[in-house]
Nanobody, 132 residues
Framework: EVQLVESGGGLVQAGGSLRLSCAASGLTSDDYAIGWFRQAPGNERDGFSCISISDGSTYVHDLVKGRFTISKDNAKNTVYLQMNSLMPEDTAVYSC?????????????????????????WGQGTQVTVSS
């Protein structure tokens, strides 16, 4: 059974940084992409970054490019999201998800990363609150 567990959320002042972690277990191969989503109250869930477990290629949405960095540590089965220069509008529940990017379900990252329906497994989420 695939499980994803996020950690690292919290309260931070504007301009500060946080690093989120997504610990994955139960993945049977490297043919996955791990994506990060966020959802603020009253808003839709938005995907903004993902990384291929097999080759480390990444996708980062323009909205967070230059501030957020996604990375992975295969030995720890963990994907990280380093968030810098945080702004109050970054306040949301952040979730990670796993997309089994294999066979007929293989697509270029940018064409599928931002969309929740691309993903097969989800974590519970972690709250990030940025105060002004």
């Amino acid at each position: 059974e695939v499980q994803l567990v996020e950690s690292g959320g919290g309260l931070v002042q504007a301009g500060g940084s946080l690093r989120l972690s997504c610990a994955a277990s139960g993945l049977t191969s490297d043919d996955y992409a791990i994506g990060w989503f966020r959802q603020a109250p009253g808003n839709e869930r938005d995907g903004f970054s993902c990384i291929s477990i097999s080759d480390g290629s990444t996708y980062v949405h323009d909205l967070v490019k230059g501030r957020f960095t996604i990375s992975k540590d295969n030995a720890k089965n963990t994907v990280y999201l380093q968030m810098n220069s945080l702004m109050p509008e970054d306040t949301a529940v952040y979730s990670c998800a796993a997309w089994h990017r294999y066979g007929d379900n293989w697509y270029p990252l940018a064409s599928r990363c931002p969309y929740w329906w691309s993903y097969d497994y989800w974590g519970q989420g972690t709250q990030v609150t940025v105060s002004s």
